[in-house]
């Protein structure tokens, strides 16, 4: 089905239950939090609501580590990201789903592949959520695997443009499969939550089947201090100013069996049998913490071959690829003014196996119209790559929800 039939599609079904007031209710909620759709009889849900990014770049090579020799200048503008969304429960409040379409070219491309049947990667997010029990969740669809802290942030809820150097090599994305979450209450503030994924392990919209083995994802989250208001563990910035300190930290391992991509969910597919394959093992250690206004986010990845050697062969013994392997370090802070302004700071380290050395220095400033509903954010970021020309980049973004 090609994306125009799909938008038709989705805009029929939008219309039907929208204009049919006998057999749902339309309720409208404030600023860039939806539109609401609930069945006469209370059996069914159904949020709706968009958003975009609009992203303006410049970039400069520095040669020689010398500011007075920059080169290769370009500049672009940009719709970064255009997200339709829907979520709500179906038959009961125990059986909520999510789903999630990509509407700009930069998140549909690249599916001109047989891996993706030659079609563009529409979808991000298709899941069903179901608590079976009363501190037990079922999910099971596509949607992201429990990495790291930085990429289940949602796009829509980042303290800066982008996110870090960290994440755009060494996450995990989305994946299609099942995850079961437990979560449990210690004393009267301590939270813990234990997550197991079981996945395909090439990330998401493969129609080819499995290619190597499978995924298997770990996570242990906590929270000594208590929950943070509206869920601002996962959430840029200090928005709600905390009166208390609030801490979260998590650790994640994920073990990719016989990864068919260089960077498992991500990267190159890698065109050997499947006996040539390894498996790749990746580690993560993350926190987040806030304080009456202040934010401070870290995180740690690394991402190992088993067996050590990170290049692929045929069985002829000749190279066709490598897995990126290595280690990396991101800590992030930002301070909330009263007029809801926001400075910020990234240092990001790189240690790839097969690449140079990398650190990076990122300095951002944000301004919260609407909190994450509406924002305009710049940041202006310097990457010294050891033993190469270094880079320097500069970005402006408007990020609208409705």
């Known amino acids: 089905m090609n994306f125009k039939k799909t938008t038709g599609i989705i805009v029929i079904c939008y219309l039907c239950t929208a204009f049919n007031p006998t057999q749902a209710q339309i309720k409208t909620n404030s600023f860039g939090k939806g539109i609401d759709f609930i069945a006469k009889d209370s059996s069914f849900t159904m949020n709706v609501g968009m958003r975009f990014q609009a992203l303006y ?3 400069w090579d520095v040669v020689g580590d010398d500011f007075g020799n920059v080169s290769n200048h370009t500049s672009n503008f940009l719709l970064r990201r255009s997200r339709l969304k829907f979520k709500g429960y179906a038959f009961n409040p125990k059986v909520q789903y999510k789903i999630e379409l990509a509407l700009t070219n930069r ?3 690249g599916g001109d592949l047989p ?5 563009s990667r529409l979808m991000l997010d298709a899941v069903v959520k179901w608590n079976f029990s009363k501190n037990f ?3 099971a669809g596509q949607t992201k695997l429990p990495g790291n802290r930085e990429r289940v942030v949602s796009s829509a809820n980042m303290q800066m443009v982008d996110r870090s150097r960290l994440n755009s090599r060494f996450n995990i994305d989305r994946d299609m499969g099942i995850q079961l979450r437990h979560k449990s209450k210690f004393g009267k503030q301590f939270y813990m939550e234990q997550i197991f994924s079981f996945s395909q392990g ?3 919209n493969i129609t080819s089947g499995n290619i190597g083995g499978y995924d298997y994802t770990f996570r242990l989250e906590m929270l000594p201090f208590g929950k943070f208001k509206s869920g601002g563990d996962y959430k840029g910035g200090d928005l709600k100013r905390e009166k208390k300190p609030k801490l979260g930290f998590g650790f994640a391992y994920d073990i990719n069996d016989r990864a068919g991509r260089d960077r498992g969910q991500l990267g190159n597919f890698l065109e050997v049998a499947p006996t040539q394959l390894k498996t790749l093992n990746t580690f993560f250690a993350d926190f987040m913490f806030k304080y ?4 401070l986010m870290g995180e740690y990845a690394l991402r190992e071959v088993g ?3 990170n290049r692929v062969f045929d069985v002829n013994n000749n190279q066709v690829g490598a897995y990126y392997t290595g280690q990396a370090v991101n800590l992030q802070a930002g301070y909330l003014l009263k007029n809801n302004w926001e400075p910020s700071a990234r240092f990001t380290y790189m240690s790839p196996t097969s690449s140079n050395k990398e650190n990076e220095y990122t ?3 944000s301004k919260y119209v609407v909190g994450h509903k509406l924002k305009f954010q710049a940041d202006l970021s310097y990457r010294d790559v050891l033993n190469k020309d270094d880079k320097l980049f500069y970005r402006m973004q408007v990020d609208l929800h409705f």
Not at 115 to 119: F, I, K, L, P
Not at 292 to 295: A, G, L, N, Y
């Open 292 to 295: 009456r206004s202040f934010s």
């Open 107 to 109: 998140d549909m491309s």
């Open 137 to 139: 969740w079922l999910w």
């Open 363 to 365: 300095i951002g400033l």
């Open 307 to 309: 067996g050590g050697n």
């Open 202 to 204: 090439e990330g998401r």
């Open 57 to 59: 770049t410049n970039n």
């Open 115 to 119: 891996q993706y049947s030659n079609a």
